[in-house]
C-alpha cells in the first residue's frame, strides 16, 4: 500500500498566501502476486512510487545465482514486467518471467553466504512419516521449520536428504529396533536441534505403505530494485517444487526402485511413470513426478540404473522391469487401473515410446526430445533387452575430432551413425503399437541428438500404420536439449554428464529454451487430461 503524508498547518490569516503543503514522496515499492507459488506458476512482478521515465535496475538472487534488468519507469512511476521490456539485461521482450529464467550461476565470492533466507534451496521438513497409522514421534516440528543439517552435517541437495534418511530406515529394519537421529532446524530464523524417532513397527514391505517423506523444497528469490546503485525496494517470494498436500511413498518392492507421489485429492487418480534420461538415478524423474502430483496426477518416478542396487550402466536393462512397474500402479489403491501414462525425456523419451509399443496397459505416451530406434547404452551394447534377449540398436559413430573441443556436440555424431540404414531398420522403435495418444517435444537445435529429426521420424510411421490415436510433435524453433518445467534457469547450455563425464552441449540459447518450456507445459497437463481422464 503506498503511503501519501501529510504536513499539519494552521489556518492561514485573511490575506496571507497559503503555504504550501509538503507532501512526502511516494515509497519505493516491488509487489509480487502471488508471493508463494508452484514451480511451474507465474508471478506478477511491479514497481511503484518511482519518478517517471526514472530508470531502475530490478535484480533477482537465488543462492549463487543471478540476473538483472533495467527498466524504465512509466508517467506515474510504476514497472510492471508482465506489460514492458526491459532497456538491457539478461533477458529481452516482455517476460513477467524473465528475472527468474535468465537467472545464471555465478562464483563471485562476495556473496553473502550468511544471508538466510536467500541462500538458495532450502529444505523443509515438517513431517517425517512412515505407513498409514504412523507412530513416528514428530519432536514438535511445526509447518515453516526450514531443515539445515542432519547427524550434524549440511543438507546439500535432495538426494542426499533421501539416502540420510534411508539409511536410517535401513538401520532400523535390519536391527529391528527404535532409531533415533538428530534434525537441525531454524524456526523463525532460530536455530534448533531435534531428535526424531523410527519406531520399528511402523516399518512395512509393502511398497504403497512404506516411507512417506514430508519433505518440500523451496526456492526462494530475493527481488530488488536499484536506482543510481543504491537499493532502494527490496521483497522476496517462494517457489516450491510440489503442491502441499502430495505425500511421497519410497517404492522398494519386487526389485523395483523409484517415489510414487500421491496427490492430496481423493482418489483413484490417473497414473503416470516418470523416467530420467541417460544420467541415470531418480531425481530429474522425481521433479517431474512431483509436479505432475501436484496435477491431480499419481505419479511413480522410476529409477532404472545408476542407483542404489540397479545396473551401474545403461546396459541390458530389461524391459520386464517396466512391466512389474506398470503391474504395481496397477494394483495400487491410489490409482486408476486403466489409465496409466508414461512420460520419459531424452533416453527416456526413447524408452517411453518404447514401452508403449511393449506394453499395451500404457494408454498415453508423452516423449520429451527422444529417439525414433533404440540406441546402444555403452561398450556396443543394448541398452534394453526383453526375455533375457538384446534389442537391436543403432551403434553411435565416434569421431575423435568432436571430442577435442568440448563442450561436445553429439548430434553431428547421431547424425552420422542414423546413415547406417540397416541398423536403423532394425532398431526401429514400432510406435504404431502404441495403445493410446502420443505427444513429442523436441528442440531444433539439439545438439545433445537430432530430436526434431528423430520426432519426426516417429510422426511418419505412425502416419504411415495410421495410428487410430492422436499424435502430435512440438518442435521448437531455437531451443535445445534442456526442455523442462517453466520458470527455472535455462541458462545452463552444457554439462558435464554424470555417467560419461563428457562436457555435452545440450543446444539451445536461455530466450527460445524458456519459451519452449512455458510454451509446452501447459500443453503437455491438456494432452494427459484428455488422455488419461473420464
Known amino acids: 500500500m503506498l503511503l501519501l503524508v501529510f504536513g499539519i498547518f494552521q489556518k492561514p490569516l485573511i490575506g496571507s498566501p497559503l503555504p504550501d503543503v509538503p507532501v512526502k514522496k511516494q515509497l519505493h515499492q516491488i509487489t509480487i502476486k ?63 518471467m524473465g528475472l527468474i529464467w535468465s537467472l545464471k550461476r555465478t562464483d563471485d565470492k562476495t556473496v553473502d553466504r550468511k544471508q538466510k533466507p ?90 504403497y505403505k512404506g516411507v512417506i517423506l514430508g519433505s518440500r523444497l523451496i526456492r526462494i528469490f530475493l527481488i530488488e530494485a536499484e536506482v543510481e546503485g543504491k537499493v532502494v525496494a527490496s521483497t522476496i ?23 510414487l507421489f500421491k496427490p492430496g485429492s481423493i482418489g483413484p487418480h490417473p497414473g503416470i511413470i516418470v523416467l530420467g534420461g541417460a544420467s541415470g538415478g531418480i531425481i530429474s524423474a522425481s521433479y517431474d513426478a512431483k509436479m505432475l502430483a501436484s496435477h491431480g496426477y499419481a505419479a511413480l518416478a522410476l529409477a532404472y540404473f545408476a542407483y542404489e542396487d540397479l545396473p551401474p550402466w545403461l ?23 486403466n489409465k496409466i501414462g508414461v512420460l520419459g525425456r531424452s533416453k527416456g523419451g526413447e524408452l517411453a515410446l518404447l514401452l508403449g509399443a511393449t506394453f499395451p496397459k500404457l494408454k498415453a505416451v508423452v516423449a520429451y526430445v527422444p529417439s525414433h530406434v533404440v540406441w546402444g547404452g555403452g561398450r556396443n551394447m543394448s541398452s534394453w533387452t526383453i526375455k533375457g534377449k538384446p534389442l537391436d540398436f543403432v551403434p553411435l559413430r565416434h569421431i ?38 502420443v505427444l513429442l517435444i523436441s528442440g531444433e537445435d539439439d545438439q545433445a541428438w537430432p530430436s526434431t529429426l528423430m520426432s519426426e521420424m516417429v510422426m511418419k510411421r505412425l502416419s504411415r500404420f495410421k495410428h487410430p490415436f492422436p499424435y502430435q510433435h512440438l518442435s521448437y524453433e531455437g531451443a535445445g536439449h534442456i526442455i523442462i518445467n517453466p520458470y527455472y534457469p535455462t541458462t545452463i547450455l ?21 519459451f519452449a518450456c512455458k510454451d509446452s507445459w501447459p500443453k503437455v497437463l491438456q494432452f494427459l487430461k484428455k488422455s488419461l481422464t473420464p
Open 315 to 337: 546396459i541390458n536393462i530389461p524391459l520386464e522391469y517396466f512391466g512389474d512397474a506398470i503391474q504395481c500402479m496397477e494394483n495400487h489403491p491410489a490409482v486408476t487401473s
Open 118 to 207: 536467500y541462500n538458495g534451496d532450502v529444505y523443509k521438513l515438517p513431517i517425517i512419516r512412515l505407513g498409514k497409522n504412523s507412530r513416528v514421534a514428530k519432536a514438535g516440528l511445526k509447518e515453516n521449520d526450514v531443515l539445515v543439517a542432519m547427524d550434524g552435517k549440511p543438507i546439500q541437495n535432495q538426494k542426499e536428504l533421501f539416502n540420510r534418511i534411508q539409511n536410517h530406515l535401513e538401520s532400523a529394519s535390519k536391527s529391528q529396533q527404535d532409531v533415533t537421529f538428530n534434525i537441525k532446524i531454524e524456526r523463525n530464523g532460530h536455530p534448533l536441534t531435534l531428535p526424531i524417532i523410527v519406531h520399528k513397527e511402523d516399518l512395512s514391505k509393502r511398497w
Open 400 to 437: 575423435v575430432k568432436f571430442y577435442e573441443h568440448p563442450p561436445i556436440r553429439f548430434t553431428p555424431m547421431f547424425l552420422l551413425s542414423l546413415q547406417n540404414t540397416s541398423a536403423v531398420e532394425k532398431a526401429v522403435i514400432p510406435v504404431e503399437r502404441i495403445n493410446g495418444p
Open 494 to 514: 552444457h554439462g558435464v554428464h554424470p555417467i560419461f563425464k563428457f562436457d555435452i552441449a545440450y543446444g539451445g540459447n536461455p530466450q527460445d529454451n524458456a
Open 237 to 259: 517470494f517462494k517457489q516450491y517444487d510440489v503442491a502441499a498436500d502430495v505425500t511421497e511413498l519410497a517404492v522398494r518392492e519386487n526389485g523395483l526402485v523409484g517415489s
Open 34 to 96: 502471488p508471493d508463494s507459488v508452484l514451480g511451474d506458476e507465474e508471478v506478477v512482478i511491479k514497481l511503484s512510487g518511482f519518478e517517471p521515465d526514472q530508470k531502475v535496475t530490478l535484480k533477482a538472487q537465488a543462492g549463487n545465482w543471478r540476473s538483472k534488468a533495467i527498466f524504465k519507469a512509466d508517467s506515474l512511476g510504476n514497472v510492471d514486467l508482465s506489460k514492458q521490456a526491459p532497456i538491457s539485461g539478461t533477458y529481452r521482450g516482455i517476460d513477467g
